[in-house]
Protein backbone atom coordinates (compact mmCIF):
# COMPACT_ATOMS: atom_id res chain seq x y z
CA UNK A 1 0.00 0.00 0.00
CA UNK A 2 0.89 3.60 -0.61
CA UNK A 3 2.10 5.26 2.14
CA UNK A 4 0.53 9.06 3.28
CA UNK A 5 4.07 10.23 3.38
CA UNK A 6 5.72 7.93 0.47
CA UNK A 7 6.36 11.34 -2.03
CA UNK A 8 9.89 11.45 -0.80
CA UNK A 9 10.82 7.82 -0.73
CA UNK A 10 12.45 5.05 -3.57
CA UNK A 11 11.67 2.35 -2.45
CA UNK A 12 8.88 0.71 -0.04
CA UNK A 13 9.43 0.21 3.68
CA UNK A 14 10.28 -3.35 4.96
CA UNK A 15 7.25 -5.49 6.15
CA UNK A 16 9.18 -5.82 9.39
CA UNK A 17 9.34 -1.87 9.71
CA UNK A 18 5.95 -1.58 8.83
CA UNK A 19 4.90 -4.01 11.38
CA UNK A 20 7.34 -2.45 13.66
CA UNK A 21 6.69 1.22 13.51
CA UNK A 22 3.01 0.45 13.43
CA UNK A 23 1.04 1.68 16.56
CA UNK A 24 -2.84 0.49 15.15
CA UNK A 25 -2.88 -2.12 17.24
CA UNK A 26 -2.95 -0.30 20.93
CA UNK A 27 -3.94 3.45 19.55
CA UNK A 28 -6.85 2.14 17.58
CA UNK A 29 -8.68 2.42 20.95
CA UNK A 30 -8.50 6.16 19.96
CA UNK A 31 -10.74 6.33 17.25
CA UNK A 32 -13.83 8.27 18.63
CA UNK A 33 -11.54 11.19 19.88
CA UNK A 34 -9.59 10.77 16.37
CA UNK A 35 -12.26 11.60 14.34
CA UNK A 36 -14.28 14.32 16.77
CA UNK A 37 -10.86 16.43 16.87
CA UNK A 38 -10.96 15.68 13.29
CA UNK A 39 -14.34 17.25 12.71
CA UNK A 40 -13.41 19.74 14.83
CA UNK A 41 -10.35 20.94 12.19
CA UNK A 42 -12.44 20.72 9.73
CA UNK A 43 -15.29 22.84 10.55
CA UNK A 44 -12.36 25.56 11.41
CA UNK A 45 -10.75 25.28 8.74
CA UNK A 46 -13.96 25.56 6.63
CA UNK A 47 -14.78 28.79 8.76
CA UNK A 48 -11.47 30.17 8.68
CA UNK A 49 -11.73 29.96 4.11
CA UNK A 50 -8.86 27.53 4.15
CA UNK A 51 -10.92 25.08 2.52
CA UNK A 52 -14.14 25.37 1.31
CA UNK A 53 -17.07 25.38 3.29
CA UNK A 54 -18.38 22.49 0.85
CA UNK A 55 -14.89 20.63 1.55
CA UNK A 56 -15.32 21.26 5.18
CA UNK A 57 -19.09 19.85 5.40
CA UNK A 58 -18.36 16.38 3.02
CA UNK A 59 -15.22 15.98 5.71
CA UNK A 60 -17.67 16.27 8.57
CA UNK A 61 -20.27 13.93 6.86
CA UNK A 62 -17.50 11.18 5.97
CA UNK A 63 -16.07 11.40 9.23
CA UNK A 64 -19.33 10.54 10.80
CA UNK A 65 -20.00 7.82 8.53
CA UNK A 66 -16.63 6.24 9.54
CA UNK A 67 -17.42 6.92 12.87
CA UNK A 68 -20.55 4.40 12.33
CA UNK A 69 -19.24 2.39 11.01
CA UNK A 70 -16.56 1.50 13.12
CA UNK A 71 -18.79 1.14 15.65
CA UNK A 72 -21.03 -1.36 14.13
CA UNK A 73 -17.23 -3.32 13.74
CA UNK A 74 -17.58 -3.01 9.83
CA UNK A 75 -14.11 -1.43 9.68
CA UNK A 76 -10.44 -3.56 9.84
CA UNK A 77 -7.78 -1.48 10.31
CA UNK A 78 -4.68 -1.73 8.02
CA UNK A 79 -0.85 -2.24 9.47
CA UNK A 80 0.08 -0.61 6.89
CA UNK A 81 -1.81 2.42 7.20
CA UNK A 82 0.71 3.05 10.63
CA UNK A 83 -1.60 4.46 13.11
CA UNK A 84 -5.04 5.04 13.89
CA UNK A 85 -4.64 9.06 12.47
CA UNK A 86 -3.37 7.59 9.09
CA UNK A 87 -5.97 5.06 8.97
CA UNK A 88 -9.06 7.14 9.23
CA UNK A 89 -7.20 9.58 7.06
CA UNK A 90 -6.97 6.91 4.39
CA UNK A 91 -10.88 5.54 5.11
CA UNK A 92 -11.97 9.50 4.41
CA UNK A 93 -10.04 9.79 1.09
CA UNK A 94 -11.34 6.61 0.36
CA UNK A 95 -14.81 7.33 1.11
CA UNK A 96 -14.61 10.60 0.26
CA UNK A 97 -12.61 11.51 -2.44
CA UNK A 98 -10.14 14.57 -3.25
CA UNK A 99 -11.82 16.36 -0.36
CA UNK A 100 -10.41 13.97 2.13
CA UNK A 101 -6.91 14.87 1.01
CA UNK A 102 -7.82 18.53 2.88
CA UNK A 103 -8.60 17.46 6.58
CA UNK A 104 -5.12 17.25 7.02
CA UNK A 105 -4.20 21.08 6.34
CA UNK A 106 -2.60 22.80 9.42
CA UNK A 107 -2.47 20.21 11.34
CA UNK A 108 0.17 17.35 11.89
CA UNK A 109 0.54 13.96 13.64
CA UNK A 110 2.15 15.00 15.69
CA UNK A 111 -0.44 17.86 17.04
CA UNK A 112 -3.21 15.48 16.14
CA UNK A 113 -2.06 12.80 18.53
CA UNK A 114 -1.29 15.04 21.16
CA UNK A 115 -5.09 15.96 20.88
CA UNK A 116 -6.13 12.51 20.71
CA UNK A 117 -4.43 11.13 23.94
CA UNK A 118 -5.79 13.74 26.20
CA UNK A 119 -8.86 13.53 24.66
CA UNK A 120 -8.81 9.66 25.49
CA UNK A 121 -7.63 10.41 29.18
CA UNK A 122 -9.67 12.55 30.25
CA UNK A 123 -12.52 9.97 28.99
CA UNK A 124 -10.73 7.62 31.19
CA UNK A 125 -10.07 9.83 33.93
CA UNK A 126 -14.05 10.38 34.23
CA UNK A 127 -14.83 6.76 34.20
CA UNK A 128 -12.32 5.94 36.73
CA UNK A 129 -13.71 8.88 39.19
CA UNK A 130 -17.03 7.34 39.10
CA UNK A 131 -15.66 4.16 39.87
CA UNK A 132 -14.02 5.71 42.84
CA UNK A 133 -17.01 7.12 43.75
CA UNK A 134 -18.98 3.96 43.91
CA UNK A 135 -15.97 2.59 45.94
CA UNK A 136 -16.82 5.46 48.30
CA UNK A 137 -20.17 5.26 48.61
CA UNK A 138 -19.98 1.27 49.12
CA UNK A 139 -17.17 2.14 51.79
CA UNK A 140 -19.87 4.60 53.59
CA UNK A 141 -22.31 1.99 53.17
CA UNK A 142 -20.40 -0.56 55.17
CA UNK A 143 -18.97 2.06 58.04
CA UNK A 144 -22.44 2.62 58.47
CA UNK A 145 -23.11 -1.00 59.85
CA UNK A 146 -20.36 -1.31 61.95
CA UNK A 147 -19.47 2.03 64.17
CA UNK A 148 -20.02 -0.51 67.11
CA UNK A 149 -17.68 -3.46 65.68
CA UNK A 150 -14.91 -3.25 67.87
CA UNK A 151 -11.30 -4.61 66.33
CA UNK A 152 -8.01 -3.90 67.13
CA UNK A 153 -6.25 -1.39 65.77
CA UNK A 154 -2.49 -1.60 65.17
CA UNK A 155 0.66 -0.24 64.47
CA UNK A 156 4.08 -2.04 63.75
CA UNK A 157 1.05 -5.19 62.79
CA UNK A 158 1.00 -5.25 66.81
CA UNK A 159 -2.12 -4.68 68.98
CA UNK A 160 -2.54 -0.90 69.79
CA UNK A 161 -5.65 0.67 70.89
CA UNK A 162 -9.22 -0.57 70.35
CA UNK A 163 -10.86 1.20 66.85
CA UNK A 164 -13.92 0.40 65.32
CA UNK A 165 -14.29 -1.56 61.97
CA UNK A 166 -16.29 1.57 60.48
CA UNK A 167 -13.71 3.58 61.25
CA UNK A 168 -11.03 1.44 59.52
CA UNK A 169 -13.43 1.68 56.94
CA UNK A 170 -13.61 5.04 56.90
CA UNK A 171 -9.70 5.90 56.67
CA UNK A 172 -9.81 3.93 53.23
CA UNK A 173 -12.83 6.56 52.20
CA UNK A 174 -10.43 9.34 53.14
CA UNK A 175 -7.56 7.95 50.47
CA UNK A 176 -10.26 7.54 47.87
CA UNK A 177 -11.10 10.78 48.24
CA UNK A 178 -8.16 12.16 48.05
CA UNK A 179 -7.41 9.93 44.52
CA UNK A 180 -10.20 11.71 43.11
CA UNK A 181 -8.92 14.79 44.23
CA UNK A 182 -5.81 13.84 42.23
CA UNK A 183 -7.71 12.99 39.08
CA UNK A 184 -9.68 16.06 39.09
CA UNK A 185 -6.49 18.30 39.42
CA UNK A 186 -4.45 16.29 37.00
CA UNK A 187 -7.34 16.55 34.49
CA UNK A 188 -6.51 20.45 34.31
CA UNK A 189 -3.47 19.67 33.14
CA UNK A 190 -4.76 17.71 30.72
CA UNK A 191 -7.28 20.03 29.18
CA UNK A 192 -5.45 22.31 27.41
CA UNK A 193 -5.99 21.79 23.60
CA UNK A 194 -2.56 21.29 21.03
CA UNK A 195 -3.89 21.43 18.05
CA UNK A 196 -2.48 23.88 15.69
CA UNK A 197 1.36 23.05 17.14
CA UNK A 198 1.98 21.76 14.06
CA UNK A 199 4.71 19.70 13.56
CA UNK A 200 6.81 21.67 16.25
CA UNK A 201 6.37 24.82 15.01
CA UNK A 202 2.74 25.93 14.37
CA UNK A 203 1.37 26.84 11.58
CA UNK A 204 1.07 29.66 8.46
CA UNK A 205 -2.58 29.22 7.95
CA UNK A 206 -5.16 31.34 10.13
CA UNK A 207 -6.00 29.00 12.39
CA UNK A 208 -8.58 29.56 14.71
CA UNK A 209 -7.48 27.34 17.69
CA UNK A 210 -9.70 28.98 20.37
CA UNK A 211 -12.50 27.55 18.05
CA UNK A 212 -11.62 24.47 17.76
CA UNK A 213 -10.66 24.22 21.80
CA UNK A 214 -14.63 25.45 22.51
CA UNK A 215 -15.87 22.38 19.93
CA UNK A 216 -14.51 19.74 21.75
CA UNK A 217 -14.75 21.07 25.26
CA UNK A 218 -11.02 22.19 26.04
CA UNK A 219 -10.31 24.73 28.72
CA UNK A 220 -7.25 26.15 27.42
CA UNK A 221 -5.03 25.78 24.16
CA UNK A 222 -1.41 25.39 24.92
CA UNK A 223 1.15 28.29 24.76
CA UNK A 224 4.32 26.88 23.20
CA UNK A 225 4.21 25.02 19.58
CA UNK A 226 7.02 23.21 20.60
CA UNK A 227 5.59 22.29 24.39
CA UNK A 228 2.33 21.61 22.65
CA UNK A 229 3.39 18.87 21.05
CA UNK A 230 6.60 17.19 23.20
CA UNK A 231 4.40 17.34 26.33
CA UNK A 232 3.49 13.74 28.00
CA UNK A 233 3.67 15.26 31.52
CA UNK A 234 -0.42 14.97 32.00
CA UNK A 235 -0.05 10.78 31.29
CA UNK A 236 2.72 10.34 34.08
CA UNK A 237 0.73 12.16 36.05
CA UNK A 238 -1.91 10.31 35.26
CA UNK A 239 0.13 7.51 36.11
CA UNK A 240 1.05 8.46 39.25
CA UNK A 241 -2.03 9.08 40.30
CA UNK A 242 -3.10 5.53 39.33
CA UNK A 243 -0.01 4.22 41.04
CA UNK A 244 -1.39 5.93 44.11
CA UNK A 245 -4.93 4.64 43.59
CA UNK A 246 -3.43 0.91 43.45
CA UNK A 247 -1.37 1.43 46.40
CA UNK A 248 -4.80 2.13 48.65
CA UNK A 249 -6.41 -1.01 47.45
CA UNK A 250 -3.52 -3.09 47.60
CA UNK A 251 -2.91 -1.89 51.49
CA UNK A 252 -6.77 -2.79 52.33
CA UNK A 253 -5.87 -6.03 49.76
CA UNK A 254 -2.83 -7.09 51.90
CA UNK A 255 -5.14 -6.05 55.55
CA UNK A 256 -7.83 -8.62 53.71
CA UNK A 257 -5.74 -11.57 53.15
CA UNK A 258 -4.04 -11.37 56.97
CA UNK A 259 -7.92 -10.51 58.17
CA UNK A 260 -8.81 -14.03 56.23
CA UNK A 261 -5.92 -16.16 57.44
CA UNK A 262 -7.13 -18.72 60.44
CA UNK A 263 -5.06 -16.39 62.84
CA UNK A 264 -7.02 -13.87 62.36
CA UNK A 265 -10.49 -14.73 61.25
CA UNK A 266 -11.59 -11.20 61.04
CA UNK A 267 -13.41 -11.86 57.58
CA UNK A 268 -14.44 -14.76 55.34
CA UNK A 269 -14.41 -13.64 51.74
CA UNK A 270 -17.35 -14.84 49.95
CA UNK A 271 -17.34 -18.50 47.86
CA UNK A 272 -17.81 -16.20 44.75
CA UNK A 273 -15.21 -14.09 45.60
CA UNK A 274 -12.52 -17.16 46.60
CA UNK A 275 -10.44 -19.57 44.63
CA UNK A 276 -9.54 -23.49 45.60
CA UNK A 277 -6.49 -24.98 45.62
CA UNK A 278 -5.66 -27.77 42.63
CA UNK A 279 -4.10 -30.39 45.78
CA UNK A 280 -5.17 -29.42 48.95
CA UNK A 281 -9.01 -29.42 49.44
CA UNK A 282 -9.42 -27.48 52.02
CA UNK A 283 -8.24 -24.49 51.16
CA UNK A 284 -10.39 -21.09 50.49
CA UNK A 285 -7.66 -18.24 49.12
CA UNK A 286 -7.97 -14.92 48.65
CA UNK A 287 -6.90 -14.78 45.14
CA UNK A 288 -8.93 -11.46 44.39
CA UNK A 289 -7.20 -9.62 46.50
CA UNK A 290 -4.00 -10.49 45.90
CA UNK A 291 -4.30 -10.49 42.40
CA UNK A 292 -5.19 -6.55 42.83
CA UNK A 293 -1.90 -6.36 45.45
CA UNK A 294 0.05 -7.74 42.52
CA UNK A 295 -1.77 -6.06 39.66
CA UNK A 296 -0.24 -2.50 41.52
CA UNK A 297 3.34 -3.73 41.05
CA UNK A 298 2.37 -3.42 37.45
CA UNK A 299 0.41 -0.25 37.49
CA UNK A 300 3.83 1.19 39.58
CA UNK A 301 6.13 -0.30 36.14
CA UNK A 302 4.22 1.58 33.39
CA UNK A 303 4.57 4.65 35.80
CA UNK A 304 8.55 3.90 35.60
CA UNK A 305 8.04 3.29 32.10
CA UNK A 306 6.63 6.61 30.79
CA UNK A 307 9.33 8.55 33.16
CA UNK A 308 12.15 6.54 31.66
CA UNK A 309 10.82 6.93 28.05
CA UNK A 310 10.71 10.67 28.14
CA UNK A 311 13.51 11.42 30.30
CA UNK A 312 16.08 11.52 27.43
CA UNK A 313 13.91 13.06 25.08
CA UNK A 314 15.03 16.30 23.22
CA UNK A 315 12.45 18.82 22.11
CA UNK A 316 9.90 18.20 20.07
CA UNK A 317 8.26 14.98 19.16
CA UNK A 318 10.31 11.94 18.49
CA UNK A 319 8.90 8.67 17.84
CA UNK A 320 9.94 7.39 21.39
CA UNK A 321 6.91 9.16 22.19
CA UNK A 322 4.13 6.75 20.33
CA UNK A 323 5.78 4.39 23.54
CA UNK A 324 3.39 6.50 25.70
CA UNK A 325 0.31 4.48 24.85
CA UNK A 326 0.41 0.79 26.18
CA UNK A 327 1.36 1.47 29.80
CA UNK A 328 -0.76 4.16 30.18
CA UNK A 329 -3.57 2.19 28.53
CA UNK A 330 -2.42 -0.72 30.43
CA UNK A 331 -2.65 1.39 33.88
CA UNK A 332 -6.19 2.89 32.87
CA UNK A 333 -7.44 -0.92 31.93
CA UNK A 334 -6.12 -2.50 35.49
CA UNK A 335 -7.54 -0.12 38.23
CA UNK A 336 -10.79 0.05 35.71
CA UNK A 337 -10.54 -4.10 36.17
CA UNK A 338 -9.88 -3.59 40.02
CA UNK A 339 -12.06 -1.06 41.37
CA UNK A 340 -15.45 -2.67 41.07
CA UNK A 341 -13.84 -6.30 41.73
CA UNK A 342 -12.60 -5.05 44.62
CA UNK A 343 -15.76 -2.55 45.82
CA UNK A 344 -17.57 -6.53 44.74
CA UNK A 345 -15.49 -8.13 47.10
CA UNK A 346 -15.75 -6.10 50.34
CA UNK A 347 -19.65 -5.96 49.85
CA UNK A 348 -19.65 -9.37 49.69
CA UNK A 349 -17.20 -10.53 52.52
CA UNK A 350 -18.66 -11.73 56.04
CA UNK A 351 -17.61 -10.05 58.75
CA UNK A 352 -16.65 -11.71 62.04
CA UNK A 353 -17.29 -9.29 64.22
CA UNK A 354 -16.82 -11.58 67.97
CA UNK A 355 -12.93 -12.32 66.36
CA UNK A 356 -12.72 -8.81 65.64
CA UNK A 357 -14.28 -8.08 69.69
CA UNK A 358 -11.94 -10.95 70.49
CA UNK A 359 -8.90 -9.70 69.13
CA UNK A 360 -9.55 -6.05 70.57
CA UNK A 361 -9.56 -7.52 73.80
CA UNK A 362 -6.38 -9.43 73.86
CA UNK A 363 -2.86 -7.70 73.45
CA UNK A 364 -3.15 -4.60 76.10
CA UNK A 365 -5.11 -2.20 73.74
CA UNK A 366 -6.31 -0.99 76.74
CA UNK A 367 -3.14 -0.14 78.74
CA UNK A 368 -3.26 3.46 77.53
CA UNK A 369 -6.53 3.83 78.89
CA UNK A 370 -5.14 2.46 82.21
CA UNK A 371 -2.53 5.10 82.24
CA UNK A 372 -5.31 7.75 81.04
CA UNK A 373 -7.44 6.84 84.19
CA UNK A 374 -4.32 7.98 86.49
CA UNK A 375 -3.88 10.64 84.88
CA UNK A 376 -7.96 11.58 85.24
CA UNK A 377 -6.87 10.78 88.89
CA UNK A 378 -4.34 13.36 89.06
CA UNK A 379 -0.89 11.11 88.46
CA UNK A 380 1.44 12.70 85.34
CA UNK A 381 1.37 11.15 82.35
CA UNK A 382 4.68 9.83 82.36
CA UNK A 383 4.48 8.34 85.63
CA UNK A 384 1.22 7.18 84.51
CA UNK A 385 2.70 5.10 81.52
CA UNK A 386 5.52 4.01 83.91
CA UNK A 387 2.71 2.32 86.33
CA UNK A 388 1.15 0.63 83.51
CA UNK A 389 3.77 -0.38 81.86
CA UNK A 390 5.14 -2.58 84.95
CA UNK A 391 1.22 -3.42 85.09
CA UNK A 392 1.29 -4.77 81.67
CA UNK A 393 4.28 -7.11 82.97
CA UNK A 394 2.71 -8.61 86.01
CA UNK A 395 -0.38 -9.06 83.89
CA UNK A 396 1.53 -11.11 81.72
CA UNK A 397 3.54 -13.16 84.41
CA UNK A 398 0.18 -14.34 85.53
CA UNK A 399 -1.55 -14.87 82.21
CA UNK A 400 -4.23 -12.23 82.49
CA UNK A 401 -5.40 -9.25 80.35
CA UNK A 402 -5.40 -5.85 82.66
CA UNK A 403 -9.55 -5.81 83.00
CA UNK A 404 -8.94 -9.38 84.34
CA UNK A 405 -6.89 -8.13 87.60
CA UNK A 406 -8.71 -7.90 90.84
CA UNK A 407 -8.70 -4.27 92.34
CA UNK A 408 -6.29 -5.45 94.95
CA UNK A 409 -3.61 -6.73 91.75
CA UNK A 410 -4.10 -2.75 90.79
CA UNK A 411 -3.91 -1.39 94.15
CA UNK A 412 -0.31 -3.16 94.43
CA UNK A 413 0.54 -0.69 91.40
CA UNK A 414 -1.31 2.40 92.65
CA UNK A 415 -3.40 3.21 95.19
CA UNK A 416 -5.21 5.52 93.19
CA UNK A 417 -7.16 3.11 91.05
CA UNK A 418 -10.94 2.19 92.49
CA UNK A 419 -13.55 0.09 91.27
CA UNK A 420 -14.30 2.58 89.12
CA UNK A 421 -11.39 1.16 86.53
CA UNK A 422 -13.30 -1.48 84.89
CA UNK A 423 -15.96 0.64 83.25
CA UNK A 424 -13.08 3.01 82.23
CA UNK A 425 -10.74 0.50 80.38
CA UNK A 426 -13.82 -1.29 78.92
CA UNK A 427 -13.25 -2.10 75.00
CA UNK A 428 -16.62 0.55 74.70
CA UNK A 429 -15.31 3.18 76.81
CA UNK A 430 -11.78 3.20 75.10
CA UNK A 431 -13.41 3.59 71.70
CA UNK A 432 -16.25 5.89 72.21
CA UNK A 433 -13.93 8.01 74.77
CA UNK A 434 -11.91 9.18 71.68
CA UNK A 435 -14.56 11.85 70.72
CA UNK A 436 -11.72 14.09 69.41
CA UNK A 437 -11.89 15.12 65.69
CA UNK A 438 -10.45 12.21 63.19
CA UNK A 439 -11.25 9.76 66.45
CA UNK A 440 -13.16 6.04 66.39
CA UNK A 441 -15.94 7.28 69.01
CA UNK A 442 -19.37 5.44 67.54
CA UNK A 443 -20.54 9.50 67.67
CA UNK A 444 -17.36 10.96 65.89
CA UNK A 445 -17.67 8.43 62.70
CA UNK A 446 -21.14 8.85 62.79
CA UNK A 447 -20.65 12.63 61.73
CA UNK A 448 -17.83 11.49 59.80
CA UNK A 449 -20.04 9.21 57.71
CA UNK A 450 -22.72 11.89 56.86
CA UNK A 451 -20.44 14.61 55.86
CA UNK A 452 -19.02 11.74 53.53
CA UNK A 453 -22.30 11.37 52.46
CA UNK A 454 -22.71 14.95 51.93
CA UNK A 455 -19.78 14.77 50.00
CA UNK A 456 -20.47 12.14 47.92
CA UNK A 457 -24.19 14.08 46.92
CA UNK A 458 -21.52 16.92 45.27
CA UNK A 459 -19.78 15.10 43.19
N1 LIG B 1 1.58 7.03 16.01
C1 LIG B 1 2.32 8.18 16.38
C2 LIG B 1 2.42 8.27 17.91
O1 LIG B 1 1.72 7.58 18.54
C3 LIG B 1 1.68 9.41 15.86
C4 LIG B 1 2.60 10.55 15.63
C5 LIG B 1 3.54 10.20 14.54
N2 LIG B 1 4.32 11.33 14.11
C6 LIG B 1 5.39 11.19 13.37
N3 LIG B 1 6.00 12.27 13.06
N4 LIG B 1 5.85 10.02 13.02
O2 LIG B 1 3.19 8.99 18.44
Redesign the pocket.
Known amino acids: MAKLWGGRFQKNTDAKVDDFNS ?1 IRF ?1 KRMYAQDIKGSIAHAKMLGKQGIISQEDSDKIVAGLKEILSEIEAGKVEFLIDA ?2 I ?1 MNIEKLLTDKIGESGKRLHTGR ?3 DQ ?1 ALDIRMYLMDETDEISQMLKELMTALVTLAKQHTETIMPGYTHLQKAQPVTLAHHLMAYFEMAKRDLDRLKDCKKRTNVMPLGSG ?1 LAGTTYPLDREFVADELGFAAVSQNSLDGVSDRDFAIELAGCLSIIMMHLSRFCEELILWSSHEFSFVEMDDAYSTGSSIMPQKKNPDVAELIRGKTGRVYGHLMGLLTTMKGIPLA ?1 N ?1 D ?2 ED ?1 EPIFDAIDTVKLCLPVFCDMITTMKINDKNMLKGAKGGFTNATDVADYLVKKGMPFRDAHAVVGKLVFYAISKDKSLDELTLSEFKEFSDIIDNDIYDAISMETCVNGRTVIGGPAKTTVLKAISEAEQYLETL
Request: overall charge neutral; charged content about 40%.
Open positions: SDEDHSRNVAYKMQK
